[in-house]
């Protein structure tokens, strides 16, 4: 937000003071004070005006404990340009975006590194619904002796891996970033069982198969439910949180 600086030098007294002007902005309307008999003293200053490391001389007048300054000389300090019309005169500054424009707007918040942008929460939910159906497929066909093919799995890997990009690229804040870190991780944890499950199948290894309850026990498999739980409930609450279970 630029501030404005008036560094005005009466014979009586020397000091800088504020200059209570309109703050710039694309486009800015400066209304004019129409002054009349309600103010009876006035005088007037030439100084030196700083607007955001610009400077130049303006002339500026004071009128009941309040500087205003030429609008002119304020858009050559400061390289703009002006246009009138009916009422309004618009002063137009290269540099600013129109966000800038109201004077009265609350500054704006700095990011706290946990919150989350509403497309990345979106994409993070998609991204955990398919590695999910990648992992719940694998169980569902080791349990009940299923084929268990590298096309099958190659099929839902690339389906959650592509999920999982996109997230990626709708990370916005810190807070989407360090939420995908996480994502990221609990990928890595799937594709790693299911290297196991498929390793296990093609040897006609059964320690998966022991009891109905081998997989749910399995500790990796744990991680991953607990994991997949605290990823969903983080982004539903719109803001980063760190949990154990994804590391």
């Not at 009466?10 to 703050?23: L, T």
């Not at 290269?94 to 500054?107: H, I, M, V, W, Y």
């Not at 022991?210 to 607990?226: C, F, G, H, T, V």
Request: glycine content about 8%; proline content about 5%; overall charge neutral.
């Amino acid at each position: 937000m630029p501030h404005l600086y008036l560094n005005s030098k009466p014979a009586e007294k020397r000091g800088q003071r504020k200059a209570s002007v309109w703050r710039p902005g694309i486009p800015l309307l400066l209304l004019f004070l129409i002054v009349g008999g309600a103010y009876p003293q006035t005088n007037h200053v030439n100084g030196t005006l700083e607007v955001s490391g610009r400077q130049g001389q303006a002339q500026v007048i004071e009128i009941g404990g309040r500087s205003y300054v030429d609008v002119q000389a304020l858009a050559q300090i400061t390289n703009g340009s002006l246009s009138f019309g009916p009422g309004h005169i618009v002063l137009t500054i290269q540099g600013l975006t129109a966000d800038d424009n109201s004077a009265s707007a609350p500054p704006a918040s700095v990011e706290s590194g946990v919150t989350m942008s509403r497309p990345f929460m979106k994409a993070g939910v998609e991204a955990i619904a398919g590695m999910r159906e990648w992992a719940t497929t694998l169980a569902y066909a080791t349990q009940n002796a299923f084929p268990l093919t590298d096309e099958l799995v190659t099929k839902h890997r690339n389906q959650a891996a592509h999920d999982l990009k996109l997230s990626e690229v709708a990370a916005s804040t810190n807070g989407d970033r360090n939420a995908f870190q996480l994502l990221n991780h609990e990928f890595e944890a799937v594709q790693e069982w299911s290297n196991n499950l498929l390793k296990a199948r093609k040897s006609l290894d059964g320690k998966y198969t022991a009891s109905p309850d081998a997989l749910r026990e399995d500790p990796l498999s744990q991680r991953i439910i607990s994991c997949g739980h605290f990823l969903s409930s983080m982004l539903a609450t719109g803001s980063f949180q760190d949990d154990a279970s994804c590391h």
